[in-house]
């Protein structure tokens, strides 16, 4: 990269990550206020905070650390580590407060830190996309190997605000895919004398190394990765199923309002025929278990034959996916159930029985159990979930193989962060209504 176009690029990063700082202490700032005005509205106290400004500087250094400024992270990542330094910030700032005896407003203290929770990711979205479109969060980079799936997350990531460029770059991603270690050492060598940051992704990309452990034994002058079954881990099996049970209490008012309308809808449309349906499915351990679901079909399916028989791109579809494109099964009110993904509301009486989980791997059919592959044992380890990767993964227009590996990288890479970024990515798929068929 030449000279002129590396200095423009300095600038450039430095006047982004400057608004990125201003905008943090903004929000911070801004919800040390919202916190105050709403206790003092509420307790009828004048509250004075200024003792509070100071300490919550802290949380900006924390972020500086952390480098949130000079590196370029996903939006989940850069979430998850904004989090735990938010918390890590509360908790110096709290030790500081108690030790020192200063009289401060707890109650401003509790809101504040859960108002920087909730907008600091939202204001850093909102600003990053308006720094792309500007040009000023915009950084050449090019990708060298087999890409594929990982070149269109790249660029297309305005959070993270690469461009393609072949020429004049800053930073060079390296695929390993199909690279051995001499091949890569290779590569960065070449390279890293030419540009300023190199990132390659690791030989194995079955694996999220984001929570991983890497340290070095000097005198070998060896780097060390070090990952976790999670799911062994006894605590946060309890916390999964902890978030399980907050999410059925959370949901249970709109579950009973929202179901109570759905049946009532189908008895007047339909008044001789089962509101409910109930699918032998497997669970955890490969243990059979009747799955729940609204009633989205026709009960009578007798044209299913000729139906085949005149659609064979239906037969060859169904090979692939594992359901119909055009069903003709499904009834008007059931489309809708399907689109919004409401026929799934009665699992949650699952999730309440221990059969299934709010997030986890697809409930398989039994005939699927051979077809799931040599990983199925890593599939039927956990419960299944009402909604899970391959349900924000593209959903319905997920062929059968790719739903079984994004359930077998669930499997090994999880975390209760990973439920809570599918959860909120199911809401938003619901909300879109993207897939669900």
């Known amino acids: 990269m030449n000279t002129k176009n590396l200095k423009t690029g ?196 079955e694996y999220d190394f984001s929570c991983s452990t890497i340290y070095s034994i000097f005198n070998s ?62 669970g955890k351990d490969g243990k059979i278990f009747k799955c729940f679901k609204l009633r989205t079909m026709k009960s009578d399916q007798s044209f299913m034959d000729e139906f085949l028989k005149n659609n064979p791109d239906e037969v060859a579809y169904y090979a692939k996916y594992h359901k119909f494109k055009n069903d003709p099964r499904i009834t008007k009110i059931g489309a809708f159930l399907r689109a919004t993904s409401l026929d799934e509301l009665p699992q949650l009486f699952n999730v309440i029985k221990f059969e299934m989980s709010v997030v986890g791997p697809r409930p398989y059919m039994i005939n699927e159990r051979h077809q799931m592959g040599k990983d199925r044992y890593l599939i039927l380890a956990l419960r299944p979930g009402i909604t899970g990767l391959w349900q924000v993964s593209g959903r319905s227009d997920t062929d059968f193989e790719t739903r079984v590996k994004l359930d077998v990288w669930y499997v090994k890479n999880w975390s209760l962060y990973n439920d809570i970024i599918i959860l909120i990515k199911t809401f938003k798929s619901v909300i879109l209504r993207s897939g669900a068929k």
């Open 221 to 282: 002058r060896t780097s060390l990765f070090s990952i976790e079954n999670s799911l062994l881990n006894p605590i946060n099996a309890l916390l999964k199923m902890l978030l399980d049970f907050i999410i059925f209490i959370i949901l249970l008012p709109i579950f009973s309002i929202v179901l109570g309308v759905i049946v009532l809808a189908m008895k007047i449309a339909e008044p001789h025929e089962k509101v409910f349906f109930a699918q032998n499915r497997l």
């Open 10 to 205: 300095k600038l450039k990063s430095f006047i982004a990550s400057s608004f990125l700082v201003l905008s943090d202490a903004s929000v911070i700032y801004l919800s040390l206020i919202l916190a105050s005005y709403l206790v003092n509205l509420f307790s009828g106290e004048s509250i004075y905070i200024g003792s509070l400004y100071v300490f919550y500087a802290i949380n900006i250094l924390l972020f500086f650390y952390s480098q949130l400024y000079t590196k370029r992270f996903d939006f989940w990542h850069e979430s998850r580590v904004a989090l735990r330094n938010c918390f890590f910030g509360a908790a110096i700032i709290l030790f500081v407060l108690t030790s020192s005896n200063l009289d401060f407003p707890r109650p401003v203290f509790v809101l504040s830190f859960l108002f920087m929770v909730f907008f600091l990711p939202i204001s850093k979205f909102i600003l990053k996309r308006v720094l792309y479109h500007t040009g000023l969060w915009k950084k050449p980079a090019r990708i060298m190997g087999q890409s594929g799936e990982f070149e269109e997350s790249v660029f297309e990531n305005h959070y993270l605000g690469y461009i393609k460029s072949d020429k004049d770059y800053e930073t060079l991603f390296v695929c390993s895919n199909g690279l051995n270690a001499v091949m890569l050492n290779k590569i960065v060598e070449q390279n890293l004398k030419n540009h300023r940051e190199i990132i390659f992704t690791p030989v194995l990309k």
